[in-house]
C-alpha cells in the first residue's frame, strides 16, 4: 500500500519561505505525477501545484505561479514544495498526492478526483 507522508509545515510570516516536503513509501511513485493541494477551514481542497513523473513538466495554480516551486527527487522517493513570499491566503493544510492514473505521462492535472492517494497533511499558517 502506498503511503504519502508529508512534513515541513508550520507557522510563517507573510514574506517567509518555507519548504513542504512528501516521503512516498513505494519506488513506482517515480512512474506517476504528483501533486500538492491545500484546504483552509470552511473552503473545498484545492489544486497548487503537479509535477510530471520525470520532473521535466510542472503546473500551477494562478495564486502561487511565480512563488511556489515544486520538485521531485525519484531516488530518494520524495516530492517537494517550495512556497516563498508567503501570504496570510496560503494559510491551510497542506497534501501531498499521487496521480495513480497517469503511468509516466506528461500530461498534468488540477483535478482533485484525479489523484488515487493522498497523504494527512501538513498545516501552514502564515501572520501578517
Known amino acids: 500500500q502506498v503511503q504519502l507522508v508529508e512534513s515541513g509545515g508550520g507557522l510563517a510570516q507573510a514574506g517567509d519561505s518555507l519548504r513542504l516536503s512528501c516521503a512516498v513509501s513505494?519506488?513506482?511513485?517515480?512512474?506517476?505525477?504528483m501533486g500538492w493541494f491545500r484546504q483552509a477551514p470552511g473552503k473545498e481542497r484545492e489544486f497548487v501545484a503537479a509535477?510530471?513523473?520525470?520532473?521535466?513538466?510542472?503546473l500551477y495554480a494562478d495564486s502561487v505561479k511565480g512563488r511556489f516551486a515544486i520538485s521531485r527527487d525519484n531516488a530518494k522517493h520524495t516530492v517537494s514544495l517550495t512556497m516563498n513570499s508567503l501570504k496570510p491566503e496560503d494559510t491551510a493544510r497542506y497534501y501531498c498526492?499521487?496521480?495513480?492514473?497517469?503511468?509516466?505521462?506528461?500530461?498534468?492535472?488540477?483535478?482533485?478526483?484525479?489523484?488515487?492517494?493522498w497523504g494527512q497533511g501538513t498545516q501552514v499558517t502564515v501572520s501578517s
Open positions: 498526492a499521487a496521480d495513480i492514473n497517469r503511468f509516466r505521462s506528461l500530461v498534468l492535472t488540477a483535478t482533485t478526483n484525479d489523484y488515487g492517494y
Open positions: 513505494t519506488y513506482t511513485f517515480s512512474d506517476y505525477p
Open positions: 509535477i510530471g513523473w520525470n520532473g521535466q513538466t510542472t
